[in-house]
Each structure stands twice: as structure tokens, then as C-alpha cells.
């Protein structure tokens, strides 16, 4: 036990390799030891080599019946590795022996939910939170109280007050403050659907590390770095297999939406919200060259070019994502339209915008896992806004042929035109089910997972009104209440 001990505390230092050593020496002593077996699945799964992963995991789960975390590693292996039926098997089984787990409730409902099938998901939430309560129990009420029908939630005010009084953890009591909102959203108790968004939002703030503003001079750095004489030197003779297709913009604006109705095509396929920009390339360029983003893109040669367009390549091989379009939906690579402009000339950029009203109170009223300020704050998020305006400007002005600007309210007024017209910007002939979206059990992990469940609604497109004097007053200044009141939708 020591050994294992020993190894699990190397895996916390990230030292695999030392880790492994020890794992499999246990193994030589003891083949059948579960403690290893598991431990040398998951460091696979940090290797991301979940078939390895897979063997392991499933031993594992052999020799230690009693134990529910190898078996929902091994369902996490098995959809990585496009094996959902294996994973749903995986996980309906876990439930089947730890019926009183609220954590393989939330995990079966999160599948169900991921891929479409709403009814089961909140069956099985409705379930879950009768269980002893987990550390994942706000979660289930989070997407209990936006998939329940409106009779049902009145049921859930007492029990979530209480999970306040419960939950000593700030982050636990963010995510409560949510869902709190989110039911007297729903019941058009707008008053106090504002106040506790407004205290999740100011709870989840403390957690910020930086502002808004700390961002703007890189902004700033992007605009300089990836100017007019950058886009007008030779771009490299790249011949792609594939048409890299990025649907950028601010958070809340429709990418799942449109993602969801582009992927219906016969020749197009998603990553998803796929960072593999940020967590590979650019650490490769920084290392390389010793100098920060945007500065590490300067000079690339054809070697180190072609070694960043195989970690992209590479990421659409480990998705197995064979198809003509491969859209990366991660909003945030507006950021770095530069760098894959460089490496992918024939890149496409989709922009979504939305009415900015909207826009804000979305963000305002969704619970971002993440630790930034403009999710949380709607000063905050004004002030990305304005900076993501001035950087889409810049690149538009640089290459317009490349980016093609639909407006959200758009999409929602008429989509087959805009989808259409998207279509043919990437190269493509309509299909007509790409207005089925809603049919499809294609996995969705975004906020917008359940909504793109249903065909379009335009109840987003004013739900916010009802919240506006009291988003102007957080604004606190008539620019502000300028800016928010606006509207700019793209003509078509």
C-alpha cells in the first residue's frame, strides 16, 4: 500500500513516468492489484491514450467492485474514443449498483443530456437529488431547474434555500445562487431571479485573479503584431485535406446553434470548442522562440509551420473528424485569427454576433466553469465586448473575403437563408437537413446543450427586456445605457 500511496502522490506532481515505475512494480508483485491497475489508467487518460487507458480501466473495475471512480474514468475513455454506446453501458450499470450514488445519477444524466436525450436526463436527475447529497447535488438541481416543467419548479425553491444553509463552500453556493435564479426566471419572478444572479455573479467575481482591463494591452499586441504588413506577405503553399472553419465572437451569441445546424451536412464536421490552439501551438511557439503570444508567431519557418499544422491535423485525427468542413466553435479564437490565418491560408471564419442587450444578460445568467471576469460582471463583460468589436474590425479590414458576420437574431429569423448563405461561403450546397438540427444525438457539452434540443425559439431574443433597467444600473453610466439599448443586426 505504501508503494501505491506513494504512486498516487507522483501522479499529483505530474510524474508520470515515476509514477508508472511504481504502479507496475505492484503489478509484478500482484497482477491482479485494482489500486494499480487504476492508477495506470489514469495516467493513460493524462497521455491521452485511452485505448491503453481502456485495458486498464477495465481490469480495474474488475478487482475493485466496490469502487464507482474507475468505472466512470472508463466511461470518459470510451467517448473520447467514439464509443457512446460503451460509455452508456458503463454508466447505466453503475447506476444499477449504487442507486443512492447522486454522483452516477449525475453522470448518466449529463450522457443522456450530451447526447440529446432530454426526457431521460431529467428522470434520472428527478431521481438524484433524493439521494444523499454530493458534492455534484447543486449541479443536478442546476440542470434540473432548466429542463423541468414550470409546474414543477416551485417544488425546488425550499430544497435549494436549504442547499445554501448546507454548503459552507462559496463555489457550491455560486452555483445554488444560479439555479435559484433560473426557477423564479422561469416563473417571471423577475425581481428576485435578478438578485440571486446578481449575488452568483458577485460571489463567483472573488474568484477573478485579474479584470478586464489587464487584457486590453494584449489586445492591443494582436492588433500591432498582426497588422497590414503582416497579412500581406506570402502565405505558405498549403494544400489542406479539409476546410478549417472557425465560428468565433462573444460567448452567448449562437455558435452551438448554428454549429448544431452546419454539422447536419454531409460534409461537415466539429472539434467543438476545441483549445487546441492555446494548449498546444502556442506553448510550442513560446517554448521555440523563448518570447510570449502574439510575439512567438514572428519568423516561423516552413519546419516549425508544418510541426503546428500537424498538432491541428493531428487533433482532427484523434476526434476522427474525416469530412470536408471542420468547424472549431471555441468563440475565443478571435484572438487567433492571425496565427491561423498564417498557417491555414484557406481558413474560414464564421462571426457571430447578437444584440449586445442579450448578449450581456445570457452571460449574466449562465454559470461559466471558468474563473474570468466577463462572465461574471457586466462592466466586465462590457468592456471584452468593446475589445472584441475593435479586434474583429482590425482583422475585417485585413482579410474580409475570409470572414463571413451573421447576426444571431438573423439565424433565428431566417434560417435556411442564412444557413444557405453560410454554406456557400464554406463551399458547400444546401442540404435541406440541416434544418433538423434539433433530431440529432450528436454530443453537445456547451450551456446551449439543451436548447439546441428543441427547434429555434425566439424567446431569447427578448427574455432579457424584462431585466434591463436593473442591467442599467449595474452599467452605471450613460454610455453604457447607450451601448446596452442599441441593436445591430446584420442585414442579409
Request: net charge negative; charged share 20%; proline share 5%.
Amino acid at each position: 500500500m505504501l508503494l501505491i500511496q506513494r504512486a498516487n502522490e507522483l501522479m499529483d506532481e505530474n510524474k508520470l513516468r515515476e509514477a508508472e515505475f511504481m504502479f507496475k512494480a505492484v503489478l509484478k508483485e500482484n497482477n491482479h492489484n485494482g489500486s494499480a491497475l487504476f492508477g495506470l489508467g489514469r495516467i493513460c487518460v493524462q497521455l491521452e491514450d485511452y485505448d491503453s487507458a481502456i485495458y486498464y480501466l477495465r481490469r480495474a473495475c474488475e478487482h475493485l467492485p466496490k469502487q464507482l471512480e474507475p468505472l466512470f474514468t472508463l466511461a470518459f475513455c470510451f467517448i473520447q474514443v467514439g464509443s457512446p454506446v460503451d460509455a452508456k453501458t458503463v454508466l447505466e450499470y453503475t447506476l444499477s449498483v449504487a442507486k443512492h450514488s447522486a454522483r452516477a445519477h449525475y453522470e448518466l444524466g449529463q450522457f443522456y443530456l450530451d447526447y440529446g436525450f432530454v426526457k431521460q436526463a431529467r428522470t434520472t436527475f428527478s431521481q438524484g437529488i433524493h439521494c444523499a447529497h454530493q458534492e455534484v447535488t447543486p449541479y443536478i438541481f442546476r440542470e434540473l431547474v432548466q429542463l423541468a416543467p414550470s409546474q414543477d419548479l416551485p417544488d425546488y425553491l425550499e430544497p435549494l434555500e436549504k442547499l445554501l444553509e448546507e454548503y459552507d463552500d462559496k463555489r457550491m453556493n455560486i452555483v445554488n445562487y444560479y439555479s435559484l435564479g433560473t426557477c423564479h426566471h422561469r416563473l417571471g419572478n423577475h425581481e428576485q431571479a435578478f438578485e440571486y444572479f446578481k449575488l452568483a455573479n458577485d460571489l463567483q467575481l472573488q474568484f477573478c485573479d485579474f479584470r478586464t482591463h489587464h487584457m486590453l494591452p494584449f489586445f492591443a499586441q494582436i492588433k500591432q503584431h498582426f497588422n497590414a504588413e503582416f497579412f500581406q506577405k506570402p502565405t505558405d503553399r498549403v494544400k489542406t485535406t479539409f476546410t478549417p472553419t472557425f465560428i468565433i465572437g462573444l460567448p452567448r451569441t449562437g455558435s452551438t446553434l448554428l454549429e448544431q445546424m452546419l454539422v447536419q451536412h454531409s460534409c461537415i464536421g466539429s472539434l467543438g470548442e476545441s483549445t487546441v490552439l492555446s494548449d498546444k501551438i502556442v506553448p510550442f511557439l513560446v517554448k521555440r522562440s523563448e518570447l510570449p503570444f502574439p510575439f512567438c508567431f514572428g519568423n516561423l519557418s516552413t519546419s516549425a509551420s508544418d510541426y503546428c499544422r500537424n498538432l491541428y491535423v493531428d487533433e482532427i485525427k484523434k476526434q476522427r473528424v474525416p469530412d470536408e468542413v471542420v468547424i472549431n466553435k471555441l468563440p475565443a479564437n478571435f484572438q487567433n485569427i492571425g496565427m491561423i490565418y498564417r498557417l491555414f491560408p484557406n481558413a474560414r471564419f464564421i462571426h457571430l454576433t447578437r444584440d449586445f442587450g442579450a448578449t450581456a444578460w445570457s452571460v449574466f445568467s449562465n454559470h461559466f466553469n471558468a474563473d474570468e471576469p466577463y462572465f461574471c460582471s457586466l462592466s466586465e463583460f462590457k468592456l471584452y465586448a468593446e475589445a472584441e468589436d475593435e479586434l474583429m474590425a482590425h482583422f475585417k479590414q485585413q482579410i474580409p473575403d475570409s470572414i463571413l458576420t451573421l447576426s444571431y437574431e438573423s439565424l433565428v429569423a431566417q434560417p435556411e437563408k442564412v444557413i444557405s448563405r453560410t454554406l456557400k461561403f464554406l463551399g458547400q450546397k444546401y442540404e435541406p437537413e440541416c434544418m433538423k438540427y434539433y433530431e440529432d444525438h450528436r454530443p453537445v457539452s456547451t450551456l446551449s446543450k439543451a436548447q439546441v434540443r428543441k427547434p429555434i425559439s425566439k424567446a431569447p431574443l427578448t427574455n432579457w427586456q424584462n431585466y434591463q433597467e436593473k442591467m442599467i444600473e449595474l452599467f452605471n453610466s450613460g454610455e453604457q445605457i447607450d451601448h446596452i439599448e442599441q441593436t445591430n443586426p446584420i442585414s442579409l
